[in-house]
């Protein structure tokens, strides 16, 4: 039996031989800068029921990357991963693309998985903006105070308190839309729950009369009828949905059901609804929107990029998640020409470069024209009011 | 360890399971800190280490659980997120001033013990049931937790702790925290959750459950296991030494969770959900149950398989899923055991040529 023994060995040693080589591999994979193209990294929810959001924001950075580069000049190069929508995979994936050697990042498209990276950020000094991570916990160490920013974290989007106090206002200043104000929001969203909360407060100081106020969460979000019958108990003539449009389409649609016809006003997660499919487009007539983008817009940019994303994703019409993803690279991709960013550059001398030059310069794109951001990283551009009207988006005067 | 005890005796008998354990998490702690040092590591690795560590002290917990008292827990996550809020929010209210291992330390203990009350308040109900009915309601029980947690809203600022329940009425004076924000859960948590601190646990839950196992309490619990009837006959109390196996396992879970929570800036309840509890009874049951070396390789490997699927894009749920089934297909498949107990007994008599069935 000693030939036995000698396989044994052999397996034993070949296997031990195979996870060292496969470790030091996993150790060794960091390369910088070898293709000559900037290397912008990413992540979010590309599997799991948040896969929407992140499959946009990957589809519209790819196609943004392709068109810059195609532009000649300076070349990039995008990695997105994985990370459902959660916060230790986003960590892990975060480890991923600084082992493939990031340079630039576009953070992470949802807001919980962001706030967990964004520490990450600073600790190596890399440069990101998220395309969609709206809460304040992206860019701010002290969420709770607006204090203490990370720096090199910016974001595309809105902030939510931006979003409820703009909401606030637009109510206070229309007063013919509706007087009784109902809101339905989902407590277990950052971004739902981020929004109503400053409304809530701007909405006191305005002193709008919020008659009801109605919640939901994942598990019991697909019959509204208790919240809207109580909303129509209270009296309430305007409905403010500070809500994705999945949600909310069910929303309208049991309104009519119920005959129940107040005016619906939504903010940038209501964009979509027309394109949502199985929804009766005529039940979204009247409804009102703050948002930065409406891929019925007649300029040339939302135009061809409304083309290229739909021919890429097999005739889905972009969102707005796709557009601020769109607009994230682009801003890279200004900035890195403005600072003279070159690929052969660390990580750490480009965050310094995208920093001060991102919170100097202008820059104009699908979500916005004359966007800035402020030192904190957080940007400045207006919503638009929009009001939904044979089934189109007309733009309504401020 | 005893020291007088001779090797041989470490690599037989009962010892040999645990001698094999704690070489296992020494050898790869000791490796790991020289790859990190050396900066060997990668930083996808780096990022992996701490959750692997609170995953493997979990599992331990349950497997304590299902494979030894043999009650079949769906709600172990349940217990790490109640260790996993406890921690972050004492090390969030002690502050920076307190120096993070101090930190590391008291929150840990606090969210074992919080979990261990947690699991006696919950066992006293559970243990009661058999069965199919003992894993529906530790599955039900996860549910209640996470919708308590989900609706908790804990700030604390100058003038101290505000609490408020369902509705968030918490208004924090200028320079508060919210410790616990609702369903959005704990933000801006500092991470002080370290490598070494999660290989200190994990020795720690080892040196726990080999104890409880080989001692008469250990015996009992597995004489409850096998044959209800029999053991209560012979006068052994029930219900206390289940309630014994099941408040350890919480512990254990608690302690995992602190560690865990305080691993990450921010942690949400949604987290500990059935889907958690569940990923952990898989590593307890296709690492063996009551194989506690069996539960840590499990564990490490199902924990890295999808990270290192990566390069499949699209596809990599898809593969981990069916690699899933193929390890249980062939972890059950009698040839392969047959196989596997030959080249087990080869080793074995190698050393010792007790059986002398070799050349």
Not at chain 1, 202 to 231: I, P
Not at chain 1, 253 to 260: L, V
Not at chain 1, 296 to 309: C, G, H, V, W
Not at chain 2, 108 to 136: H, N, Q, R, S
Request: proline residues 3%; charged residues 15%; aromatic residues 8%.
């Amino acid at each position: 039996m000693k030939n036995v023994r000698f396989i044994k060995a052999l397996i034993s040693s070949a296997v031990a031989v195979t996870l060292t080589v496969s470790l030091a591999a996993c150790g060794g994979a960091q390369q910088k800068g070898g293709s000559g193209a900037i290397k912008i990294g990413g992540s979010g929810p590309l599997t799991g029921p948040a896969a929407v959001y992140g499959n946009a924001v990957k589809a519209a950075a790819e196609l943004a990357v392709e068109e810059v580069n195609a532009k000649g000049g300076l070349q990039f190069e995008l990695d997105f991963e994985d990370d459902t929508h959660d916060a230790e995979k986003a960590v892990t994936a975060y480890g991923v693309l600084k082992d493939w050697g990031m340079q630039v990042s576009l953070a992470t498209v949802t807001s919980a998985p962001g706030a967990a990276v964004s520490p990450m950020y600073k600790d190596d000094h890399i440069f990101a903006i998220t395309p969609s991570g709206s809460s304040l916990a992206i860019i701010y160490q002290d969420p709770d105070n607006a204090a203490n920013p990370y720096g090199n974290v910016f974001q595309m989007c809105f902030t939510d308190p931006n979003q409820g106090i703009a909401s606030a206002d637009y109510l206070k200043a229309h007063s013919d839309l509706g007087s009784k104000i109902a809101v339905i929001y989902k407590n277990d969203d950052n971004y739902s729950s981020g929004i109503f909360a400053k409304f809530s407060n701007q909405a006191a100081a305005n002193g709008l009369d919020v008659v009801y106020t109605g919640t939901f969460d994942d598990s019991n979000a697909s019959d509204f009828t208790v919240q809207l019958k109580q909303a129509q108990d209270a009296g309430a003539d305007l409905i403010f949905l500070p809500i994705y449009y999945d949600p909310a389409s069910l929303i309208l649609t049991q309104a009519n059901q119920m005959g129940y016809a107040p005016t619906f006003f939504g903010v940038d997660g209501m964009d979509g609804i027309l394109t949502l499919e199985g929804f009766d487009t005529s039940l979204a007539e009247g409804v009102y929107l703050l948002t930065p983008f409406s891929a019925d817009a007649t300029d040339d940019l939302t135009k061809n990029f409304t083309a290229n994303y739909k021919a890429k994703m097999n005739g889905e019409v972009p969102n707005q998640f796709a557009a601020d993803a769109y607009d994230c690279v682009y801003a890279i991709a200004q900035a890195c020409e403005a600072a003279g960013v070159t690929a052969d550059m660390s990580a750490s001398d480009i965050c310094d470069k995208m920093t001060s030059q991102f919170s100097s310069m202008t820059f104009n794109g699908l979500t916005g024209q004359n966007v800035t951001w402020s030192a904190n990283g957080e940007v400045s551009k207006s919503p638009k009011a929009v009001v939904i009207q044979n089934g189109v988006y007309v733009g309504v005067e401020n | 360890m005893k020291t007088k005890m001779k090797m041989p005796a470490l690599l037989s008998g009962k010892y040999r399971g645990r001698t094999v354990s704690y070489s296992i998490v020494l050898v790869s702690w000791l490796i790991l800190e020289v790859m990190m040092h050396t900066g060997n590591l990668s930083s996808l690795f780096t990022s992996l280490l701490v959750p692997v560590c609170c995953y493997v002290v979990a599992a331990i917990g349950l497997n304590l659980n299902v494979g030894i008292s043999g009650e079949l827990n769906l709600g172990q996550a349940c217990f790490m997120s109640v260790g996993a809020f406890t921690a972050v929010c004492l090390s969030g209210s002690l502050g920076p001033a307190v120096p993070s291992l101090a930190r590391l330390i008291l929150s840990i203990v606090a969210g074992a013990l919080v979990a261990t009350v947690f699991g006696i308040l919950i066992g006293i109900p559970v243990l009661k049931l058999e069965g199919d009915y003992l894993a529906i309601v530790t599955l039900a029980f996860g549910q209640i937790v996470k919708s308590l947690i989900t609706n908790m809203y804990f700030g604390i600022d100058s003038n101290g702790f505000h609490f408020s329940f369902v509705d968030n009425n918490v208004s924090l004076a200028a320079g508060g925290k919210m410790l616990l924000n609702g369903p959005m859960g704990a933000t801006g948590t500092d991470r002080i959750s370290t490598f070494t601190a999660g290989i200190i646990l994990i020795i720690l839950s080892l040196i726990v459950v080999y104890h409880l196992i080989y001692s008469r309490s250990g015996r009992a619990i597995m004489a409850a296991r096998d044959n209800r009837i029999a053991a209560e006959s012979v006068g052994i109390a029930i219900f206390k030494t289940k309630m014994l196996a099941f408040g350890v396992s919480s512990c254990l879970a608690g302690a995992a969770g602190a560690l865990y929570g305080l691993n990450y800036s921010t942690l949400v309840p949604a987290k500990f959900d059935f889907n958690t509890s569940i990923l952990l009874l898989v590593y307890v049951v296709l690492g063996g149950l009551g194989n506690m070396t069996g539960t840590i390789i499990a564990t490490i490997v199902l924990v890295l398989l999808p990270e290192l699927l990566r390069s499949m894009q699209d596809y990599r749920m898809l593969i981990y899923a069916i690699v899933l089934i193929l390890i249980m297909l062939l972890t059950n498949n009698e040839t392969i055991r047959v196989w596997g107990q030959k080249l087990k007994n080869r080793f074995m008599t190698k050393g010792g040529a007790a059986h002398g069935r070799e050349s």
